[in-house]
């Protein structure tokens, strides 16, 4: 069982910054692929970031050049770094594992365990 613990929401100001982390129980930490998703009111939730188990990235369009995804597998630790926040980044971020090291990872059904979720609220 993994169980994912996210920290680091807040609000902000349009084009500051904050940096999300997600702290990972399981043990087999370095043979997940991770991920990050958002989910604002009365929408689905969306892909955000994921950093596979090799380190490889991937972004959603929206955030590409803004966001950075990285790990720390000593820590069993994945963070978002998020620059240049928009009130179009309003959401409740949810970190995300995936056990069973998909090829595809941008997709909701990639991942077996989820964080609680954590707000973050830009203003403009």
């Known amino acids: 069982q993994v169980q994912l613990v996210e920290s680091g929401g807040g609000s902000v100001q349009a084009g500051d910054s904050l940096r999300l982390s997600c702290a990972s129980s399981?043990?087999?930490?370095?043979?997940?692929?991770m991920g990050w998703f958002r989910q604002a009111p009365g929408k689905e939730r969306e892909f955000v970031a994921a950093?596979?188990?090799?380190?490889?990235?991937y972004y959603a369009d929206s955030v590409k050049g803004r966001f950075t995804i990285s790990r720390d597998n000593a820590k069993n630790t994945v963070d978002l770094q998020m620059n240049s926040l928009q009130p179009e980044d309003t959401a409740v971020y949810y970190c995300a594992a995936d056990s069973s090291l998909h090829m595809t990872i941008v997709v909701v059904g990639a991942y077996d365990y989820w964080g609680q979720g954590t707000q973050v609220t830009v203003s403009s």
């Open positions: 950093i596979k188990w090799s380190g490889a990235t």
């Open positions: 399981g043990r087999t930490f370095t043979r997940h692929n």
